[in-house]
C-alpha cells in the first residue's frame, strides 16, 4: 500500500488534545466528550490568530468546517491529524500537511442528501421563477401572466455531472419528478449506467445537447478546475436550467454569465466567483442583480440531518486515530502517489469477499495497491471498486477476478499524468 505522511503516529494515543476551530455540533462536542479527549471549543479561530493557537494549545488534531488552513499555520504545529467536518477539503492546503507529516480526513457522503434536496430546490426555482414570484408579490405587484411560463420537470432530461454520492442521490429524485437523467462520469462504465437506468455521456459537450436541466457534482481537482466553460454552455440546449452546488472553481463564470445573458440559460448556483467567506459579509459580485441567475449562500450541506450525520462521522475519525493512530477518510495517502499508473475497475455485487478475492490475485501478480475506494450504488446491491495500482494488471489476472460470481465485469485503465 501507498505511504503515509512520514511523522504519522501509528499506535493508541493515552491522551489526546482536539481544538475545534469552527461550528460544530452538540452531539458531535458530546462526543469528543465520551472519548475522554480534551477539547478546545473555539469556533472564531481563523487567520493568524489560528495559527498561534494551534500552536500554542499542543493540539494533536484540528476540526474544522469552512475555515482555512493555510502552510503558515502549520509551521511549528504538533498536529497529527487535521479534519474536514464535510466533504472537500479545498479549504485546507492538503499538500502543506502532507509535508509536515500530517493526516488530513474528511467526511465523504455524508451531506449527500441534503445537497441533493437544495439541486432540485434551484432546479424548481429556476424554473418557476419562484425568488422573482416572491419579490414582485412583496412588492405589491400581481403578474401571474409574466410567471404562467415554465416548462416543467415531467419528461425532461436531467444532465449529471459527476457520478458520486450525491449524483446518485439525485437519480431517485428525477425518477420521482418522472424525468429521464444522463450522466457524465469518467468512471462510469455502459454497463453501470444500464444498471443505475440512465443514459451515458461521453463529454461534457454530449450532455449539454442531450439535456433540459444540468446539475453538477464534482469534486474540485486539475482536471475539474474550469471544465465547463464557452464550449459546454454553448451547446446547451435553449432555456435550459443550469444547477451548480459542488464547486465555483469548476465553471467559467464569465462563460456562464455570457449564456444566461443571451436568454438561453437560467442558472441556479450555491457557489460562485466572489461569495464571502464566511457567515456573514456583503457581496458585490456580478451576479448580485443579474436576471436569471439565483443564488443561494452556500448552504447545500446546511440541513440539521446533514450537520448531525457529519458530527458523527468526525467523531468516529477521532476515535479511531485516537485508538490506532490511523484515521478513515484519509485524503493524503495512497493513490494520489506519482507510482500508481493504472486503475483497476472492478463491477461487483456487494458481497462478502468480493475484495478479498481481487487484493489476493493482484498480491499473486506482484501488483501493489496505491489507493482503493469501493463505491456502493443505490440499494446496497452493487458496487464499483476503483483500484489504482502501480503497474498494469495482465490479461490473465483480470480474467481470474471475473471468474467470482459476485463479479460482473473487470476492466484496466492507464492513469494519465
Known amino acids: 500500500m501507498g505511504s503515509g505522511p512520514e511523522r504519522a503516529f501509528k499506535g493508541k494515543f493515552e491522551f489526546m488534545k482536539v481544538l475545534v476551530a469552527d461550528k460544530f455540533e452538540k452531539s458531535g462536542l458530546d462526543g469528543l466528550a465520551a472519548l475522554g479527549v480534551e477539547t478546545l471549543y473555539e469556533p472564531d479561530l481563523k487567520d493568524e490568530a489560528l495559527g498561534d493557537r494551534i500552536r500554542e494549545s499542543g493540539a494533536n488534531v484540528l476540526i474544522v468546517r469552512s475555515t482555512k488552513v493555510t502552510e503558515p499555520m502549520l509551521e511549528g504545529a504538533g498536529l497529527g491529524l487535521i479534519i474536514r467536518a464535510g466533504a472537500g477539503v479545498n479549504t485546507i492546503d492538503v499538500k502543506a500537511a502532507s509535508a509536515r507529516g500530517i493526516y488530513v480526513a474528511n467526511c465523504p457522503g455524508k451531506n449527500a442528501q441534503a445537497v441533493a434536496e437544495l439541486a432540485f430546490g434551484l432546479m424548481l426555482a429556476a424554473d418557476r421563477h419562484i425568488p422573482d414570484n416572491v419579490a414582485e408579490l412583496r412588492a405589491g405587484k ?48 455502459p454497463e453501470v449506467a444500464a444498471t443505475l437506468g440512465i443514459g451515458r455521456a461521453q463529454t461534457v459537450k454530449e450532455l449539454a445537447e442531450q439535456s433540459d436541466f444540468v446539475s ?28 451548480n452546488t459542488s464547486r465555483a472553481e469548476v465553471v467559467d463564470q464569465t462563460a456562464l454569465e455570457s449564456a444566461v445573458d443571451s436568454g438561453r440559460v437560467v442558472a441556479g448556483l450555491d457557489v460562485f466567483e466572489g461569495e464571502p467567506a464566511g457567515g456573514e459579509g456583503t457581496y458585490e459580485g456580478s451576479l448580485r442583480e443579474k436576471a436569471g441567475v439565483y443564488c443561494t449562500h452556500h448552504i447545500g450541506a446546511s440541513t440539521d440531518q446533514a450537520q448531525e450525520a457529519v458530527a458523527s462521522e468526525t467523531v468516529r475519525i477521532v476515535r479511531e486515530y485516537k485508538n490506532t493512530g490511523l484515521a478513515p477518510n ?21 458481497r462478502v469477499g468480493v475484495l478479498a478475492h481481487v487484493l489476493t490475485i493482484l498480491r499473486d501478480e506482484g501488483v501493489n495497491v496505491q489507493e482503493m475506494e469501493n463505491i456502493i450504488l443505490g440499494g446496497a446491491q452493487a458496487a464499483i471498486a476503483q483500484i489504482a495500482v502501480d503497474k498494469e494488471l495482465s490479461p490473465a489476472g483480470a480474467a481470474r477476478i471475473k471468474l467470482n460470481e459476485h463479479v460482473f465485469d473487470c476492466s484496466v485503465l492507464p492513469i494519465r499524468g
Not at 415531467?154 to 444522463?182: D, H
Open 330 to 350: 484519509l485524503v493524503n495517502v495512497g493513490g494520489k502517489s506519482d507510482h500508481a499508473t493504472h486503475l483497476v475497475v472492478v463491477r461487483h455485487q456487494d
Open 216 to 243: 453538477v457534482h464534482v469534486s474540485l481537482t486539475p482536471d475539474t478546475r474550469g471544465m465547463l466553460g464557452a464550449e459546454f454552455f454553448g451547446a446547451l440546449r435553449s432555456g435550459s436550467v443550469f444547477v
Open 142 to 189: 400581481w403578474n401571474k401572466k409574466a410567471f404562467s411560463k415554465a416548462r416543467g420537470l415531467y419528461g425532461r432530461t436531467l444532465g449529471l455531472i459527476g457520478m458520486g454520492k450525491i449524483s446518485q442521490e439525485m437519480i431517485p429524485r428525477a425518477k420521482a419528478f418522472g424525468m429521464n437523467v444522463v450522466a457524465f462520469s469518467r468512471w462510469m462504465t
